[in-house]
């Protein structure tokens, strides 16, 4: 019998462990998470933030499910670390046998260096579900909140907050909000809509270098600029960075993320694997290395590893960019190369009222797009990214709502009947 | 499984099956009230796509790996072990709309909710096909996973 072991259960953790559970029945799985908590969607503690969603509601399984599936998940366990000759982990005083191996470790996030802002009790970051409980007993209608960084996680806790407090300031050192995902016309009328509808003020091209305390407590902080704004909350939510010390520890090879063969998902060490945000990705759209931090990357990433560690052949089948997020009701939807550069890429981009489409091209083949509100059917979009279809061998305008009657007969019948697209 | 397969040689662009469908999925049932006056609008889950010459209800494929699945960043999208249905469930749902963003078929709609065919769970036909005036709709079982 087979001994699996897989460190941190999110999105790559869980999808790991329930794609071996697929391929060997016998096997016997642990999940390890340094966490409280079973595993949880952690996009979803914005939504709890602001009170949408229940603790029960992030739960991605119910709690039974591990046991009726065979996968003993510990909680509170933090992994410091690898014996790679004894094939064993170590947390805390326990220590576990494996056969195989996979780091799943995820995240952290990536604090810039300020002045005064080490272990304050109001400076949190904004990237688990018990930061988030911290953060919401900490806040209420007289707080006056400042988050560095306007990225997605920056937005999102600046969208939790402005529902629960009395203002919120983001500082941001790109000229743009949402720089990883929007293009500076996108991002213009992105920041008006979310000013009105948030009220919350920006401070583009700017951050925090200082800040100001008493008693342990951060009471203002001090802008590049000069200004000082008031400061009951400091949210610090940057960026994030592969969490990869443990791969490190045990001497593999990391380089930004951990280096994993695209194909078997092994690390250095052929018993060891790695998936998700830890882990350095190739971009099926341009053949580049990069950490591609999203959810749907770490699921796919997951099953992929899953099923090499139990013998079989499962692969990413692909990997790029999606994402889709909301704020205040605006919808914003990207995939692939949004900021791809050079002669190579063309874009076609249509504009009207509040919706915004830009699609990006490499010569015939749709290689990106960014929806705001105007995501109907993106899903066909993504498909042709994913399929590298020739955009000439469809009929309609591509700049129209996606349809099914763009394909000929042939691909229309079989995907009526369902034959996988 | 038992999906719904549509004949585009058979579809004369009525919309008819977006009618009902917006009915049997809104508070009233009531084909009226439903399609004139509830507010919020009900949302059709199967859509007529093409025009008049040429036409065909899509409707979600309840596909054996579902990417919407896959994507989903909640777990509130589950395809149902026993009856291979794909749903959604809608309290733990955040209405992110992942699961749009790569349906490859476009049979998520956006709503507080993803919301997409749930094949009328309790109903032995659903309204779609059991109110198609052409026949071109089918409810049969031509394999897959459920
Ligand atoms: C606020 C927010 C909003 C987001 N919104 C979106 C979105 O809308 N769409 C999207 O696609 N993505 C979103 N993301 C990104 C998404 O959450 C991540 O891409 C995804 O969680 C990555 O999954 P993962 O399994 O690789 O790692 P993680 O989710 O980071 O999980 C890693 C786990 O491993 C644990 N761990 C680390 N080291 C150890 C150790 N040594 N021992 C034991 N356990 C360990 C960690 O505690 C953690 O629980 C968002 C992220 C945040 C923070
Ligand atoms: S919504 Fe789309 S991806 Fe999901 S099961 Fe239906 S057709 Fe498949
Ligand atoms: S909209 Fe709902 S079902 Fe779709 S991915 Fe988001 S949480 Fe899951």
């Not at chain 1, 099953?303 to 909301?326: H, L």
């Not at chain 1, 915004?356 to 990214?385: C, D, H, M, P, Q």
Request: some cysteine; overall charge positive; glycine content about 8%.
């Amino acid at each position: 019998m087979m001994n699996y072991v897989i460190v941190g259960a999110s999105a790559a953790g869980l999808a790991c462990a329930e794609q071996i559970r697929k391929e060997d029945k016998d096997g016997r799985i642990i999940l390890l998470t340094k966490e409280e908590y079973l595993p949880y969607s952690r996009p979803s503690i914005s939504y709890y933030l602001k009170g949408k969603v229940t603790e029960k509601d992030m739960l991605l399984r119910k709690p039974s499910y591990y046991k009726q599936t065979g996968i003993e998940i510990v909680t509170g366990a933090e992994v410091t670390a690898i014996d790679r000759k004894k094939k064993t982990v170590r947390a805390g005083r326990k220590s576990y046998h494996y056969d195989k191996l996979c780091l799943c470790t995820g995240s952290k996030p990536f604090v810039p260096p300020m002045k005064n802002t080490q272990s304050k009790e109001n400076a949190l970051t904004f990237l688990d579900l018990a930061c988030t409980k911290a953060l919401k007993k900490k806040a209420n209608k007289d707080t006056r909140a400042v988050v560095i960084g306007a990225g997605l996680i920056g937005m999102k806790a600046a969208e939790g907050l402005s529902k629960i407090c009395k203002s919120v300031d983001v500082a941001e050192l790109s000229e743009r909000v949402l720089p990883s995902i929007l293009d500076a016309k996108s991002s213009k009328s992105v920041k008006k809509f979310i000013e009105t509808e948030g009220h919350i003020t920006f401070h583009l091209g700017d951050t925090v270098t200082e800040a100001k305390s008493k008693g342990g407590k951060i009471t203002s902080v001090v802008l590049k600029s000069g200004k000082e704004l008031p400061c009951d909350l400091l949210v610090l939510a940057v960026g994030v960075r592969p969490e990869t010390s443990l791969a490190e520890k045990a001497g593999l090879e990391v380089n930004r993320g951990i280096i994993i063969d695209p194909g078997t998902m092994r690390t250095s060490d052929s018993d060891i694997y790695a998936a998700g945000d830890c882990a350095v990705s190739v971009d099926m759209l341009d053949g580049s290395k990069k950490i591609i931090a999203l959810w749907v990357n770490a699921v796919r990433q997951g099953k992929a590893a899953g099923s090499q560690m139990a013998g079989g052949e499962g692969a990413t089948g692909g990997t790029f960019a999606v994402n889709a997020i909301d704020f205040y009701g605006m919808r914003i939807c990207t995939c692939g190369l949004i900021n791809a550069a050079g002669d190579k890429y063309s874009d076609r981009v249509i504009q009207s009222g509040e919706s915004y489409k830009r699609l990006i091209f490499e010569g015939n083949r749709l290689v990106g797009f960014v929806l705001i509100n105007s995501s109907e059917n993106a899903g066909i979009y993504t498909n042709l990214i994913e399929n590298k279809t020739d955009v000439t061998t469809l009929s309609g305008d591509i700049l129209g709502t996606p349809s099914l009657m763009w394909f000929d007969k042939e691909t229309r019948k079989s995907r009526l009947k369902g034959e996988s697209a | 499984m038992k999906r719904v397969y549509a004949k585009e040689e058979l579809c004369l662009n009525c919309r008819l099956c977006e009618v009902y469908c917006k009915t049997a999925h809104s508070q009233s049932k009531d084909i009226i009230k439903a399609n004139k006056y509830e507010d919020p609008e009900p949302v059709s889950r199967v859509t007529v796509c093409g025009d008049k010459m040429l036409s065909a209800a899509v409707n979600c494929r309840h596909c054996d790996n579902p990417k919407c699945v896959e994507a989903c960043i909640t777990g509130a999208m589950q395809k149902d072990k026993k009856t291979g249905i794909v749903r959604v469930d809608e309290e733990k749902c955040i209405g992110c709309m992942t699961c749009l963003a790569v349906c490859p078929f476009g049979c998520i709609k956006t709503g507080k909710f993803a919301v997409k065919c749930d094949l009328c769970c309790t109903e032995d036909e659903p309204a779609c096909v059991k109110n198609c005036p052409n026949r071109a709709l089918v409810y049969a079982d031509f394999g897959g996973k459920g």
